[in-house]
């Protein structure tokens, strides 16, 4: 069984920043995507860069950022259960009861926008709470076996195949909802399908396993203490950037073919490690990178009350019942919404934080929390 180390677990900026990052970074890719309307009506303001825009924004932000915010949620899971554990109490029962909330503010979530992940991060949470009793040697062995893609790996040794027509079914339902339907029909359709559309997607995508491993990796790396600058560790992060970086360019070159549905998953988890580690690394190198990114870490201590308002916001700018830029903006156009969207919400942020210790949401989960 795991004991803690008794060290204290001071505020880490640079996971803050990560968090902004990660934010920052669904806003932008949900802009892509016209927060998840795929119209077949023509779009009045194309631009010839929409193509290669959506290109190099998918490289680089899709599954990662979803990715970076599943394992600092799993670091922030260990730190509050390494402090509990330091004060000889036990935390799961408060965090199972913490997961419930967090699938509360999920549900008002989804009521906007349909691919909300904040359920899914609830469900995926609660297993955190078995795994975390176990020592470190069995938590790299979980972590392993969930990063190779145990499912996709499973169908593609055995030739079982997923159906996944029920999920474009309700996806049709849905998209036509967001272009014609009144907000009211909106909200409605996607409580009714919005949760099991998104644990559809996350088999599609490769995400079942890989997000849990991401939330374990996550709280292994607190255990590690890894997010901070202590002995060894900046040396850690520089050996799995340079590592991360040849594997990514190596992959670039090769195509998948039958093996895509088993390999991007993995793919896309290795991009993942090369952005988290080229962050870490640039943030204990740089004192220049640490000025920049300290205006992320305060995006990022407000990464709870950024996501819903990015998908009130959102929503309201791209779907049927708000201004319907669906089929106004192309997808250059739609970026440069999403760059506007997170300039706003970063403002906001530096106001509320001039007069509160925590955002909105995170003020109130935390009471609640601890009620």
């Known amino acids: 069984m795991y004991k803690t180390r008794n060290l204290p677990n001071t505020r880490i900026d640079v996971a803050d920043a990560l968090r902004g990052i990660a934010v920052a970074g669904i806003i932008l890719y ?3 995507e016209h927060f998840n309307i795929f119209t077949q009506e023509p779009i009045v303001h194309p631009l010839a860069s929409d193509q290669t825009v959506a290109d190099v924004l998918a490289w680089l932000l899709s599954g990662k950022m979803y990715g970076i915010f599943a394992m600092l949620f799993g670091l922030s899971f260990f730190i509050m259960n390494d402090n509990q554990k330091q004060k000889g109490k036990c935390f799961s029962g408060r965090f199972a009861w913490r997961m419930c909330l967090l699938f509360m503010f999920g549900i008002i979530n989804v009521a906007f926008y349909d691919g909300d992940i904040l359920m899914l991060y609830a469900c995926y949470g609660l297993l955190l709470i078995p795994i975390s009793y176990l020592p470190s ?5 979980i972590i392993a076996l969930l990063a190779i893609q145990p499912v996709e790996l499973y169908c593609l040794l055995t030739g079982t195949t997923v159906d996944h027509s029920t999920m474009w079914e309700l996806y049709g339902k849905i998209n036509s909802a967001h272009e014609h339907g009144t907000f009211w029909e909106n909200a409605l359709t996607n409580l009714r399908y919005g949760f099991e559309v998104n644990f559809r997607f996350n088999v599609f995508s490769g995400r079942l396993t890989q997000l849990l491993c991401l939330f374990i990796l996550g709280m292994q ?9 202590e002995g060894r560790n900046l040396q850690i992060w520089h050996s799995i950037l340079i590592c991360s970086a040849v594997i990514v360019i190596a992959l670039s070159f090769v195509d998948f073919g039958e093996l895509e549905s088993w390999l991007k998953p993995i793919y896309n988890f290795i991009i993942l490690l090369m952005i988290v ?3 870490v690394s640039a943030w204990y190198a ?3 990178v640490r000025r920049v990114l300290h205006h992320l870490c305060i995006f990022g201590r407000m990464s709870l009350t950024n996501y819903l308002l990015q998908s009130v916001i959102g929503c309201a700018i791209f779907c049927g019942y708000g201004l319907a830029c669906y089929h106004i903006l192309g997808i250059t156009y739609a970026v440069m919404v ?7 919400q970063y403002l906001f942020a530096r106001y509320w934080f001039s007069s509160h210790p925590r955002g909105p949401l995170e003020g109130l989960w935390r009471k609640l929390t601890w009620i």
């Open 30 to 32: 949900h802009s892509v």
């Open 137 to 141: 040697k069995w938590v790299w062995a």
């Open 221 to 229: 790396l607190g255990r590690q203490r890894l997010f901070y600058n």
């Open 277 to 279: 580690s080229a962050v």
């Open 286 to 288: 740089f004192e220049g």
């Open 338 to 344: 999403g760059c506007g969207m997170v300039i706003c």
